[in-house]
């Protein structure tokens, strides 16, 4: 993927499970929410492994194991095993073992998941910052994680121990809507040290590099349903991406984003592996075309003319949307524009 500034979404003759080697795909909001597996996701999966397409599945959720990702995936449906599955407190762990001694010892404010993870590594998990840790690191504890692992962090880092986060999401979906993610309680930690952490997540080269390390990818597409980490990281990678309409980003962030937040093909869920891509065509003085839909950005508003599937309409705007909005990203009202498609 070139690194110059995308205006359209790319168009493809065959479907991308063929185009591609590996499918490198987020979990939450892609393959399920809240632990059930979103609409049609299991059978294209399944038609693209059958196909020749290797997947792997790669989550910034630091929490759980790569077992225990596997089994939910087995359970829903989709055969995995533990080496199918990437995290970031794989990328994290590995980035403390290159900085800290063999053995060290690590305060682990989070879940199993980073334990095990540094236990591969061959660090030592700790729960105390009385219990002299060589570094500090941070990840998706769940909902339960008590307020008071806050505090040891804290406690570890004023004393000048290096602090790791495994990824800084904002915000995680789940069944009942999006809830607080690993980045809030960082911003709980940043607050009271002042302190900056190393982050090894999406979108940061720590965790591309290691998705690339443990799947041997050669022509991996990225596949996602957030612009700031999984389309941003595929932008780092200098690698193609599919955003998936299944998560947290809606038809207006899209039309909004800047360069490193947009995706090579849009797509409304993972049916999008199995398919061909069509081609936007036309420039901003004629409009931009997609199946029957025609789009142009106007003085004030993105306008859209004609008719058609509401995905090709969308594919139309982002063309008109990013080449008027440059790196920077585009601020026409798409209102209007959207409401026509049902977005």
Known sequence: MSRSV???????????????????????GVVYAGGNAIAHAVDSLATARDGGMRLAYVTNNALRTPDTVAEHLTELGIATDAGDVITSAQAVARLIAEQVPSGARVLVIGGEGLRVALRERGLEPVESAEDDPAAVVQGFGGPELPWGRFAEACYAIARGVPWYASNTDLTIPGARGIAPGNGAAVEVVRIATGAEPQVAGKPLPPMHRETI??????????????????????????????????????????LAAPAQHRPTYVDADLRGLLTGQPEVTGEAEEGFRCGGWTATAGA??????????????????????WTAGGEQGCGLDSGKALARLGL
């Open 6 to 28: 995308r205006t359209r979404p790319e168009g493809s003759g065959r479907g991308l499970s063929e185009a591609y080697d590996t499918a490198l795909l987020d979990l939450d």
């Open 213 to 254: 390390l443990r799947t041997g990818a050669q022509r991996p597409l990225v596949v996602g349903d957030r612009l700031d980490t999984d389309i941003e990281g595929a932008f780092n990678g200098e690698v193609d991406s599919l955003l998936v309409l299944t998560g947290v980003t809606d038809g207006a962030q899209l």
């Open 300 to 321: 004030e508003r993105l306008e859209l003319a004609g008719d058609g599937t509401a995905l090709d309409g969308l594919r139309a705007l982002c063309a008109a949307a």
